[in-house]
């Protein structure tokens, strides 16, 4: 409570001084650092690096301390799941644990992505679970390559190995795996005569966090070393780091994954029951009417533009885009929520009952949750192909990394449905009477952007239940109109166009909401919502949200950097440039597709 009373002073703050500000920066020109100016210094200390970034950490926070509390008595099953995994995760981790499993690993008759994953997160000591469900192992290795922990020179050794240590490590057996001594050593003294090759002539600033493999003289080619690596097997590489692991002289330091990374972690392989555990204690179940409220708004703002036929699209195609409009539907939670307490707590039992956890086996917890994830999602891709897409009172199914595991709010494509999940309704995103227009202009961006997802130039095709139409697809091929503003889209922002036009889009429908007059309002009270000084007001609180302590990292590879995000969806629209009074060789043409 009093962290939202400190953020509504300074929203309120903002609102009432801001016509007396002058800008340092011309808003025209930069408007990412004219809102956020010194965010970084203000908030070093931070846990967090960005708002965004908040909302995650606030709700691990939440987590956390639920799961520290002491058991209920008649708790149901999923909620020791949950227990046993962040239990499991805040115990001491050791050089000996990693190995032991790494044994398990290396033992098993076939690797997936899986077993590659949990393996490199053990034996490298990565605070966050990585992500390889995108097949992409050379980003992986170079998210490795990069990090910038602590590190420890003596729980490594960067010589390459000899023949002599070779033997003697080889000598300790690895159980049943079917690997050949002389196969093995050929491939890996290749591997590390070639790792050793990779320096260029600058000096080397050392090597990444908790790294045991050799490591070149000079600074090394990182993406030529990432590339090599992954181009080598899951058994060799598994196998090569445990030999790696056991030159580290003695036991090495026992670690500690951090609170909110193992609440994180718990909430990516535990989804259901983390947001279980966390709704029942949540004070905002009663607000998701807000946010249906400004939804219907949206819907209605964007059927204004399809019924203007700007591109003078044929009826067919017009009712096309309509009636998917109108069948867009918005979900708050992963969690149904027309069911009772009792039948939900028997959904998610069922949804888990062939997981089973140790409160003391982290590594083996985090295998079995990743695979239980995978098998769920599939099924649930099959099931979808026969009787069809998830309905607003289904168990959506997560995947570890994917939409419904964090604050992100997502369009569902195959359901047409919009799913917000609660953790949203929090600050500095949102609290409870703050003024209507900290509510449009960053709840109402964030539901207009995933609106405008369904209509973006990739889904656009797609009806209501995920199924293309090959005669709405032609036309749009057709249309010029429709394809010069796609081109002038593609112009403009290259492969995150559809990214991009969701963000312009977004912005431009939250704003049209807040101060234009439809049928479709509901009572409001927006007091000089005219003015330039509440236009500005809007675009500020939705700049705002994004400052962060990284604004000139290409942080996404779908948005790019936080500055380029806000400037790239305000700079895109005249009202922006009107409530700011840019001139016009600082104007450009705004592409439209609607």
Wanted: with cysteine; hydrophobic share 35%; charged share 25%.
């Amino acid at each position: 409570m009093r962290f939202e009373l400190r953020w509504m002073a300074i929203l309120l703050g903002s609102l009432l001084t801001l016509g007396k500000t002058e800008w340092p920066i011309d808003p025209c020109q930069n408007f990412y650092k004219a809102a956020c100016g010194n965010w970084s210094t203000i908030h070093a200390e931070d846990p967090y690096s960005s708002l965004v970034e908040q909302l995650d950490f606030d709700y691990q926070e939440k987590l956390a301390e639920l799961l520290e509390n002491e058991e209920q008595v008649e708790e149901p099953r999923f909620l020791q799941l949950l227990r046993d995994f962040y239990a499991s995760c805040r115990r001491p981790l050791t050089k000996d644990q990693v190995l032991g499993f790494l044994e398990r690993l290396i033992e098993m008759p076939s690797l997936g992505e899986e077993e590659l994953t949990v393996g490199l997160t053990a034996a490298f000591r990565v605070g966050a679970l990585l992500d390889l469900t995108s097949f992409d192992l050379e980003k992986i290795w170079q998210a490795l390559l990069f990090r910038t922990e602590d590190w420890n020179p003596n729980e490594t050794n960067r010589e390459p190995l000899t023949g002599q240590k070779f033997d003697l490590l080889w000598a300790g057996g690895l159980g049943g795996a079917d690997l050949r001594r002389d196969i093995f050593w050929q491939e890996l003294s290749w591997l590390e005569s070639q790792v050793m090759n990779t320096s260029s002539n600058e000096a080397s600033d050392g090597a990444p966090a908790y790294w045991m493999l050799p490591w070149p003289e000079f600074r090394p080619d990182y993406r030529r070393l990432a590339r090599l690596l992954a181009n080598k097997s899951k058994r060799f590489i598994l196998t090569y780091i445990y030999l790696r692991l056991k030159l580290v002289h003695g036991p090495g330091e026992s670690w500690r994954i951090g609170r909110a990374e193992c609440a994180d972690h718990t909430r990516q392989i535990l989804t259901h029951p983390s947001v279980w555990l966390v709704e029942r204690s949540h004070p905002r179940l009663g607000e998701e009417s807000v946010l249906q409220d400004i939804f219907q708004e949206l819907k209605h703002r964007f059927g204004q533009r399809l019924r203007a036929n700007r591109n003078n699209f044929s009826k067919q195609t017009q009712q096309f885009l309509l009636s998917k409009l109108d069948r867009m539907t918005l979900r708050l939670s992963v969690l149904p929520r027309r069911c009772s307490e009792r039948s939900l707590e028997q959904r998610i039992n069922r949804h888990y009952e062939d997981v089973h956890l140790s409160p003391t086996d982290y590594f083996g917890n985090l295998l079995v949750g990743l695979k239980h994830s995978r098998m769920q999602r599939d099924q649930y891709d099959l099931l979808s192909m026969i009787s069809g897409p998830a309905s607003r009172n289904s168990l959506y199914p997560v995947r570890a990394y994917q939409y419904g595991t964090y604050a992100s709010p997502f369009y569902l494509v195959e359901s047409n449905m919009l799913l917000v999940p609660l953790s949203l309704l929090g600050p500095p995103l949102y609290t409870p009477q703050q003024p209507q227009i900290l509510t449009y202009s960053a709840l109402g961006f964030v539901l207009g952007h995933e609106l405008s997802h369904g209509f973006d130039p990739e889904d656009v095709v797609l009806n209501s239940r995920g199924t293309a139409s090959s005669t709405v697809r032609r036309e749009l091929r057709k249309n010029r109109r429709f394809q010069r503003e796609l081109n002038c889209l593609k112009g403009r922002f290259g492969s995150r166009l559809n990214e991009k036009f969701a963000d312009g889009s977004g912005l431009d429908l939250a704003y049209s909401a807040y101060f234009d007059t439809a049928q479709t309002d509901g009572k409001k009270d927006r007091k000089a919502r005219d003015s330039a000084d509440q236009k500005q007001q809007f675009f500020l609180n939705f700049a705002q949200f994004f400052c962060s302590s990284a604004d000139l990292s290409e942080d996404s590879a779908d948005h790019g950097s936080d500055r380029r995000r806000v400037n790239d969806a305000v700079f895109n629209l005249h009202a922006f440039q009107e409530a700011f009074g840019c001139r016009t060789s600082q104007s450009r043409r705004q592409c439209r597709l609607f």
